[in-house]
């Protein structure tokens, strides 16, 4: 049986493009009013204009905890409640441990550890205030499962993403909070164009050789879409998935398979 998300009230943030984009898309065609969060307001707008008028947007730098908790409170109020929260804004840059800065290292773990704990606490903390049987859906990563060169900052931000949503998820079950991440693979975004071009300067190849490289490890033979995840996380966010809490699950293609 495939069930739906009618009557359901959603806010995703890093939704004004890529992964988030598609989640939010995705989120309201399943039936679910969608508030659309992004740092960059103008693209939150012109993602929730273009899925239609029962949609809200709001500027939210994940990184900030009071304007965390304004903009969950905001989307509550414009949607008449809610029930379900992705955290899914993240950022990614690439280098040598050897050569990495501190910077770096805290512009990582801010936006993909620090941004989820600050998501996920909104979230719990509203739903437990309103008895909400609330569900959260993280985007970590198969980089949250297992290292890979030039990412070691950005793999230990989502593993820390990973292991957040397990104790999490043992936290808040007995309230009927279920708590879930999806680990997506190669997808094609900005965050990827962006990085296509810094593995091929770190390698010495070109960012088309990096990306024949990305689907030749993908068994299923081509470079994942948004659209991939977001139809994922739709089951996660959905009853199909009532009895699922605490789980990272691979969406990859088979370029992961633990
Ligand atoms: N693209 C991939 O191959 C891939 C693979 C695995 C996991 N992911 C994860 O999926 C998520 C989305 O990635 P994407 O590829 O769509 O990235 P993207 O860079 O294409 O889009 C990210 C969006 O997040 C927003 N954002 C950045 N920092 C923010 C902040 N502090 N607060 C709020 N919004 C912020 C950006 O403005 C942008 O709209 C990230 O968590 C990323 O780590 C991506």
Request: glycine share 12%.
């Amino acid at each position: 049986m495939v069930h739906g998300l009618d009557g359901r009230r959603a806010l995703v943030t890093g939704a004004g493009t890529g992964i988030g984009a598609a989640i939010a898309r995705a989120l309201a065609k399943a039936g679910a009013r969608v508030a659309v969060t992004d740092m960059d307001g103008k693209r939150a707008r012109a993602i929730a204009a273009a899925i239609g008028k029962r949609t809200v947007a709001l500027t939210l730098d994940v990184t900030d905890a009071a304007a965390t908790r304004r903009a969950l409170a905001k989307a509550a109020k414009a949607l008449g409640g809610l029930d379900t929260v992705c955290a899914n804004a993240g950022v990614s840059t690439m280098n040598r441990v050897v050569d990495l800065t501190e910077a770096e290292w805290d512009f990582n773990m801010d936006v993909n550890a620090k941004g989820v704990f600050l998501t996920n606490q909104a979230a719990v903390r509203h739903f437990l205030a309103n008895g909400t049987k609330g569900v959260i859906v993280n985007t970590a990563s198969m980089a949250g499962h297992m290292g890979a060169p030039f990412l070691a900052h950005y793999c230990a931000s989502k593993f820390a993403v990973v292991g957040f949503t397990q104790s999490l998820a043992k936290e808040v079950g007995g309230h009927g909070i279920r708590v879930n991440a999806v680990c997506p693979g190669f997808v094609r975004t900005l965050m990827q164009e962006r990085e296509l071009v810094w593995e091929g300067t770190l390698r010495g190849m070109t960012p088309e050789a990096v990306r024949a490289e990305m689907i030749s490890l993908t068994p299923l033979g081509r470079i994942e879409e948004p659209e991939d995840v977001a139809d994922l996380v739709v089951f996660l966010a959905s009853d199909g998935a009532r009895f699922m809490t605490g789980q990272a699950i691979n969406v990859t293609g088979g370029a992961r398979m633990d």
